[in-house]
């Protein structure tokens, strides 16, 4: 299987930070690697070009995003990445297929082209897994999937409906057992990607 691994790590912030993504997305090869699958990664604060990104996407039967939640969604870079890559012409999705002439509501978002694509949206956060899950905490009950769901329209909006279950780190200035949880992300790849 082909596996790009997106690096949405974020060095630039309040506290050294961006150390975690980099080291899980080098597990995410390493392990996908030893299983043996063909895995390449793009850094996106090291630069890229739309147009290669997107023929990567297009060769690739899975994309893994790895990044920090950054003022609860995706990091401006990665945003950016993804608006960038996303709209290389008429390489996702046909654009213009709904118009005044075919007004159809019912086929709006089903014009892209990466249907046999699937993706694994990874984080890590400062925010304790309890804020997500405690109704009377900071996120009123809403778990971390309700937060990612523009990050998962963005892929279904090119025709990505298969999304393997991620793999979500919190609490990382807190929780003293950040070694077990990447002992656990390679576990979770071995179970998904076996």
Same mark, same amino acid.
Request: glycine content about 6%.
């Given at each position: ?9 974020? @060095? ?16 995410? &090869? ?9 895995? @390449? ?37 990665? &945003? &950016? ?35 046999? &694509?699937?993706?694994?949206?990874? @984080? @890590? ?70």
């Amino acid at each position: 299987m082909k596996i790009l691994v997106i690096n949405g790590t974020q @060095t630039k912030g309040i506290k050294p930070i961006g150390k975690l993504n980099n080291s899980l997305s080098e597990i995410s &090869k390493q392990v996908l690697t030893e299983l043996g699958h063909e895995v @390449t990664e793009t850094i996106v604060e090291q630069g890229y070009d739309p147009e290669i990104e997107a023929d990567k996407f297009i060769a690739s039967d899975v994309i893994i995003f790895h990044f920090p939640i950054w003022w609860f969604g995706q990091p401006w870079t990665v &945003k &950016k990445y993804i608006d960038e890559v996303y709209t290389v012409p008429f390489k996702f999705y046909q654009p213009g297929t709904r118009n005044p002439s075919n007004p159809n509501p019912n086929i709006y978002g089903k014009s892209g082209f990466l249907q046999n &694509k699937r993706v694994m949206i990874n @984080t @890590t956060q400062a925010a304790p897994l309890e804020a997500y899950t405690n109704p009377t905490l900071f996120m009123e009950g809403h778990l971390i999937d309700e937060l990612l769901r523009p990050i998962y329209l963005q892929n279904k909006f090119v025709g990505i409906n298969d999304f393997i279950p991620g793999f979500h780190i919190y609490d990382v200035y807190v929780d003293t057992n950040i070694k077990l949880k990447i002992d656990e992300y390679k576990e979770h790849l071995k179970k998904y990607f076996n």
